[in-house]
């Protein structure tokens, strides 16, 4: 958990109950779902809309495909969208928790209310599909396992785990994608809104977390959504994986915030898990200090050989359950990768194991 939470403001106190809403700017209307992970819910956005002078909601982000989402879902329609219709989805990401039910919300499976667009960048849309569809052979948790096996990790047990859940998590979380997507480019402006209270919102791109993360910005009311880019409590995973094992997303991550500082210190800043917060330039200050010290002691551990699996303790000092330790082993990697790319460590392929030490 972040240790310099004190310095961000929360200007609201209270959560919204599932199966409502909270409203946090005329228009605005912040819902929260469950996950059934240690990170227990996620944060989505409903945003009063109207299109072609059909006057209901844009959405943004979705939730995994969960019975606890789907009749989460179901209650808001029945209740606070007061008899308008979805009229448009954004998804930020490809990510389960983002992406999961945007078939569901927009080809109709919610009880066939509607059929909306879904805007979305294209790598996003692109790896979303592609894994929803199993990836092909590519991504099997076969790949997967040798990535892990390549990387230090032995345990047959655990590797067991990252062969079941390689080949199963993706396309349980997101069974179906949308056939046809609208695409959103960086700097992209579009509104968002009633036509008497219209706000312009822009695409941020931002890269490290995802292939082609949208944030949106809206200057007028000085609102970030900011998908998984920045969040209050826990640092935005930054991970290697198998499809792309020579990776180096720290430094594009680490780039992307610092983007983000152009927008002004004020900014409410809404994350896809925690709750909404001013502090953006202290929390991306944060980060930087968070991977600075992360890298330090790699590098220090590094004195030796380390493959990626003997650093996560190294970064993770308590205990992790299977689908952590996957995120732990790609976070442990692309900390190995940006000293790599750095010209601080050496890789040694040691039989068929990656281990890095300090360069000499
Ligand atoms: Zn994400």
């Known amino acids: 958990m972040n240790p310099g939470e004190h310095e961000l403001q929360y200007p609201y106190a209270e959560l919204p109950a599932i199966g409502t809403w909270l409203t946090l700017r005329p228009g605005v209307h912040w819902v929260r779902m469950p996950l059934p992970f240690a990170l227990d819910h996620i944060n989505l956005w409903v945003l009063d809309d109207e299109i072609d002078g059909r006057s209901g909601y844009t959405l943004i982000d979705c939730g995994i495909t969960s019975e606890a989402t789907q009749s989460a879902w179901e209650q808001l329609f ?44 294209a790598a996003e849309y692109a790896f ?78 931002g890269y490290g977390h995802a292939p082609e993360h949208a944030s949106l910005y809206c200057a007028d009311d000085r609102l970030l959504v900011a998908g998984d880019m920045v969040l209050p409590r826990i640092s935005t995973n930054v991970s290697v994986f198998d499809l792309e094992p020579d990776a180096d997303p720290l430094p594009r991550y680490l780039r992307s915030l610092d983007r983000l500082l152009m927008l002004p210190a004020n900014t409410l800043v809404l994350p896809s898990h925690g709750k909404p917060f001013i502090g953006l330039h202290q929390r991306i200050g944060q980060q930087h200090r968070h991977h600075a010290a992360r890298l330090d002691e790699v590098l220090e551990a590094c004195a030796t050989p380390q493959s990626a699996a003997s650093v996560v303790p190294v970064l993770f000092k308590r205990a992790l359950d299977a689908h952590q330790m996957t995120f732990a082993l790609g976070e442990a990697l692309a900390h190995l990768h940006a000293l790599w790319y750095d010209g601080k460590v050496e890789r040694r392929d040691d039989s068929g194991v990656y281990r890095f030490s300090a360069a000499s």
């Open 128 to 205: 979303g599909r592609y894994l929803s569809a199993g990836g092909g052979d590519n991504i099997s948790g076969e790949t997967a396992a040798r990535h892990f096996a390549r990387n230090g990790m032995s345990n047959e047990a655990a590797l067991l785990q990252v062969r079941v859940r390689g080949s199963s998590y993706y396309p349980g979380f997101v069974p179906a994608v949308p056939p046809h997507f609208h695409r959103i480019y960086e700097a992209d402006e579009f509104g968002i809104g009633p036509s008497h209270a219209r706000r312009v919102f822009r695409v941020m791109v």
């Open 78 to 121: 029945d209740g606070v969208f007061a008899g308008k219709p979805l009229l448009r989805v954004i998804c930020t990401h490809f990510h389960p928790d983002h992406f999961g039910l945007a078939h569901w919300l927009t080809v109709g499976g919610a009880r066939r209310r509607w059929t909306v667009p879904l805007w979305m960048t």
